[in-house]
């Protein structure tokens, strides 16, 4: 099994720049690739970045393109998410996910944190 904690949510204004982390623990050398996710009240969860070990593969939303960078630490068992030029429509929940391979990581994660809350304020 595979432990992920999510930390670095919180309240700010828009215009504002955060930065989330994910710790994992466990097997995690079963880990291929990690991502983050998010929900928004009243709406479906959606992915918003990923990123695979090696070689290096990345996925953006369109949405916050250009704005949030992910990134993994050195030792690949810390994954973070830096957040710019926050909008309102960013508030959401925000959950980081790990999987096998880049593709499910997207698609249907195994692994899943307990979330953290971001909220941005007009």
């Known amino acids: 099994q595979v432990q992920l904690v999510e930390s670095g949510g919180g309240l700010l204004q828009a215009g504002g720049s955060l930065r989330l982390s994910c710790a994992a623990s466990g097997r995690t050398f079963s880990i291929y690739a990690m991502g983050w996710f998010r929900q928004a009240p009243g709406k479906d969860r959606e992915a918003v970045a990923a990123?695979?070990?090696?070689?290096?593969?990345?996925y953006y939303a369109d949405s916050v393109k250009g704005r949030f960078t992910i990134s993994r630490g050195y030792a690949k068992d810390t994954l973070y998410l830096q957040m710019n030029s926050l909008k309102p429509e960013d508030t959401a929940v925000y959950y980081c996910?790990?999987?096998?391979?880049?593709?499910?990581?997207?698609?249907?994660?195994?692994?899943w944190g307990q979330g953290t809350q971001v909220t941005v304020s007009s």
């Open positions: 996910a790990a999987d096998r391979t880049f593709g499910t990581v997207l698609s249907a994660p195994a692994y």
């Open positions: 990123i695979s070990w090696n070689p290096t593969n990345t």
